[in-house]
């Protein structure tokens, strides 16, 4: 019988907040996440360590934890040996998935990867960086970076750096050439435990809340009362992703009516059921949408 606990990876530094936050919306609560690298987590059957992101991978591919939360990136990196469960779409910044771009100054004359060949380049995505050189026949010398990779823009040829936004490279006074890899965050699992019918189902209980706690950030309920003679105008205005929960109230000339909505509609939305004849509207959060 297997052991009836899950070893589960959380990644410190930028996306920790993050990712504490998204469990939390997830129906997990994290305590001591910002004092112990071995914080609480309130379910007895899952014990947490806190690791860099970077080290993530490895650490699940070698059986040390069971499942753990990284970047592509990282996967990739390490050339880690394990199952993909699934893409986690959230990040320090956006939703949207980060990159890793081949990056040079302002005043620097290449324009392109080939006018790299014979050049050094820093990063800390060495391995990566490598393979996406070599894959277009382009000779370079590839350095690891120890941090303040921008800085080193001017000191070398060109640099590979982590970007959501772009705006610390422009605010470095730096020029984007290429992108290297796109990545997203990840929840991996090593492969002796994805066998285990237990983890395995634990496992994917936790990626359906998480994912259900990811869709639920761009959504809102929305509730109104409406005159059955108005139903029809109303449900033609509404936007929504099935049928709306139509139920009866005390007065038999109102409806209630129930939908989950995208949050960026929800301002211009709730005018335009006021003046087709909508009422007591409400609007409220949602911790989890699952489809």
Not at 81 to 104: F, G, H, I, M, Q
Not at 224 to 230: A, F, L, P, Q, V
Not at 234 to 255: G, Q, R
Request: aromatic share 6%; with cysteine.
């Amino acid at each position: 019988m297997s052991e009836q606990i899950l070893k589960l990876g959380i990644p410190t530094g930028s996306l920790q907040k993050a990712t504490i936050e998204l469990f939390g919306k997830a129906g997990f609560h994290i305590a001591d996440s910002e004092r112990s690298y071995l914080p609480h987590i309130d379910d007895e059957q899952i014990t947490l360590v806190m690791l860099r992101a970077q080290e993530m991978g490895r650490y699940v591919a070698d059986g040390v934890l069971d499942t753990g939360i990284t970047g592509y990136d990282w996967i990739m990196e390490n050339d880690c040996d394990v199952v993909d469960v699934c893409e986690l779409a959230y990040s320090k910044a956006t939703s949207n998935p980060a990159r890793w771009v081949l990056a040079v100054s302002d005043e620097s004359q290449v324009k392109s990867a080939k006018d790299l060949a014979g050049g050094i380049i820093a990063t800390e995505l060495v391995n990566v960086t490598r393979k996406y050189f070599a894959d277009k026949n382009i000779n370079v010398k590839v350095e690891f970076s120890w941090g303040a990779t921008e800085v080193k823009a001017r000191l070398v040829d060109a640099i590979v750096e982590l970007t959501e936004t772009g705006a610390s490279l422009r605010a470095n006074n730096l020029r984007i050439i290429d992108t290297v890899i796109t990545s997203t965050t990840r929840f991996i699992v090593n492969k002796q435990a994805w066998g285990d019918k237990f983890k395995r189902q634990k496992i994917e209980n936790i990626s359906i809340l998480l994912n259900a706690a990811i869709e639920a950030r761009s959504k809102v309920g929305l509730k109104m009362n409406i005159k059955k003679d108005n139903l029809e105008s109303i449900l033609k205005i509404l936007p929504a992703e099935k049928s709306p929960t139509i139920s009866s109230l005390v007065d038999s000339d109102y409806v209630a009516i129930e939908v989950i909505i995208d949050d960026k509609v929800d301002r211009s939305l709730v005018p335009a059921l006021k003046r087709a004849g909508a009422s007591g509207i409400i609007t409220y959060p949602l911790n989890k949408v699952i489809h």
